[in-house]
């Protein structure tokens, strides 16, 4: 099928919020160590995967003081990633190589996030109740080499678009296109949480660039396409702008998270009203 206008808004918002929650709070770490091999049966057989402890990386070359790495070192030699072969998944925080022996000593430096960014189409109900079922395994087990590949991992932030209409605004056709983006925040604290949310709070009146949906950088195996991707690229690429409207900050209260048993995760809500003038496609 051909990609429509929702693709294009749900790439955009994507691209947009990570970017600039991440200039914003500088959530992120320079980490160096050894990733641990694991299985996959979803890889092909003849790659493995070495995992880290953390669950996401940067891979957003747009920051000056985030380390994006060209290669790792195997068994005290530098191999360079090719986007085929040799890669990191930055989505599961792993490097994965073809012919690699699983046996082998897989060292390097990487940016790990310190929050998790997820786009799902559940609703906010959904996702609570879906993170209290593995909320005790998230909290108790401690991980110092790997997380088991597409887990997802608190703290976390949850995107998603779920409301969207149409109003006349010109003769021609020109309608406003109003949508409402959705983030569900879960965090172990209240510090993490308040930063959060006062961040994206502050981002009435901003401008998202609308981009193309093949220009969401990462691939099916979680790394760049081209092995490289900038923010920055994208704001001087694409000039239309989605218009953020209102934006709307709530927090579930104590009382609620411990009736449901969410006592380890403070929760708060992020609604944005999305405007841009277009004509239908």
Avoid: C
């Avoid at 986007?83 to 989505?91: H, I």
């Avoid at 604290?189 to 009146?205: C, G, P, Q, V």
């Avoid at 449901?260 to 999305?274: Q, S």
């Amino acid at each position: 099928m051909k990609p429509q206008f929702q693709h294009k808004l749900a790439t955009s918002y994507l691209l947009w919020f990570e970017n600039y929650f991440f200039k914003k709070s500088e959530a992120y770490s320079l980490q160096t160590g050894t990733f641990t091999n694991f299985s996959d049966d979803r890889l092909p057989p003849e790659y493995n995967a070495f995992g880290v402890p953390f669950k996401q990386l940067m891979y957003d070359s747009s920051f000056a003081n985030v380390y994006i790495p060209s290669g790792l070192y195997v068994d005290g030699n530098f191999l360079p990633f090719d986007n085929e072969n040799y890669f990191l998944d930055y989505e599961n925080g792993r490097f994965v190589g073809n012919g690699i022996p699983t046996g082998s000593q897989i060292t390097g430096t990487y940016t790990a996030k310190d929050v998790n960014i997820y786009y799902t189409n559940d609703t906010e109900e959904n996702i609570v109740l879906n993170v209290q079922e593995s909320i005790d395994r998230s909290v108790n087990n401690v991980h110092s080499s790997y997380y088991d590949p597409y887990q997802q991992k608190m703290p976390a932030i949850y995107l998603s678009n779920q409301i969207s209409q149409n109003k006349p605004f010109a003769f021609g056709g020109m309608n406003e296109t109003l949508t409402q983006g959705k983030a569900v925040i879960l965090t172990y604290n209240s510090f993490e949480l308040d930063t959060i949310m006062s961040i994206f709070a502050d981002t009435y009146n901003e401008n998202i660039p609308l981009v193309d949906f093949d220009a969401h950088p990462i691939n099916e195996f979680g790394s760049p396409k081209t092995g490289y991707y900038s923010y920055n690229d994208i704001e001087k690429t694409y000039s239309k702008q989605i218009f953020i409207k209102n934006v709307v900050t709530t927090k579930m209260s104590d009382r609620i998270r411990h009736h449901n048993l969410i006592k380890f995760l403070y929760i708060g809500f992020v609604d944005f009203e999305l405007s841009i003038f277009r004509y239908r496609s």
